[in-house]
């Protein structure tokens, strides 16, 4: 039900932000190594189990203890409970029924109120399968670790578009990112129940499902950098504001 116009300007303004990211991070100085060595600690020690805890991301190397399913769905519960989530939700669905109010989700708030509902179902949907289900089904780690500062630009990048295909086990070694493959195939067969306004088949469910991996590699990019975006930028103190303003236009593209 997505029109062409709002998925096109949501697919530029996610592609500006990620050549944007590693080219305006570079201008910025490297950390001094008594820096880089403390960076995988975080500045607070927050509650155990608390969403702070749960969504803390070290670097990669790390020892970490594994994440119980438990701590996975909580995880999962965190990103889509924050209230930022539904604060860019709307905000985007006002923006889009305004830039194409004749879209087949109608005009004023009952279009408003339907492109919301369906956006929040994809963050559902994203958070169940990608976060929760199959990370646990395949004891993996939902989450992306850094590869952090100390390496070189084309190093990082090659490394954050590569997760799609690797991810940590629950130990903290490399394997095959089954969790990514299969929830991004499942988000989107699931998503042909409820998006009825775009093209079905298998063909185009095909071309989705491509399109999906290539934005969850694209958004790796923007998490590898994104300490040192929000310093250039001097937004840390709004940091998670704009990490879910890019996880909702990434999540809305796939």
């Not at 991004?184 to 998503?191: A, C, E, I, P, S």
């Not at 998006?195 to 095909?206: D, I, K, Y």
Request: glycine fraction near 6%; include cysteine.
């Amino acid at each position: 039900m997505r029109s062409r116009t709002t998925k096109l300007l949501r697919a530029a303004t996610f592609a500006v932000a990620l050549i944007a990211t590693p080219l305006c991070a570079l201008a910025q100085a490297e950390p001094q190594p008594a820096q880089a060595a403390t960076a995988s600690q975080p500045p607070d020690a927050p509650k155990p189990n608390s969403c702070a805890a749960l969504e803390y991301r070290p670097l990669a190397g790390v020892p970490l203890r594994p994440l119980t399913g438990r701590q996975k769905a909580k995880l999962a519960a965190c990103d889509f409970t924050h209230p930022m989530t539904y604060i860019v939700a709307a905000a985007d669905s006002a923006i889009s029924t305004a830039v194409d109010p004749h879209s087949p989700y109608g005009p004023g708030m009952k279009g408003i109120a339907r492109r919301f509902g369906i956006d929040m179902t994809d963050e559902l949907s994203d958070d169940f399968f990608m976060t929760w289900f199959y990370p646990t089904l395949f004891h993996q780690n939902p989450q992306y670790h850094r590869l952090g500062p100390s390496h070189a630009m084309h190093s990082r990048v090659a490394y954050a578009m590569t997760r799609i295909f690797i991810a940590e086990d629950d130990h903290g070694k490399n394997t095959f990112n089954a969790g990514e493959l299969f929830g991004t195939v499942t988000t989107n067969v699931l998503g042909n129940t409820y998006h009825q306004h775009e093209s079905q088949g298998t063909l185009n469910t095909f071309v989705r499902i491509s399109v999906s991996l290539a934005s969850d590699s694209g958004f790796n990019i923007w998490k590898e950098y994104e300490p040192e975006m929000t310093r250039r930028l001097k937004l840390t103190l709004h940091a998670n504001a704009l990490h879910r303003i890019i996880q909702h236009i990434h999540i809305t593209i796939r």
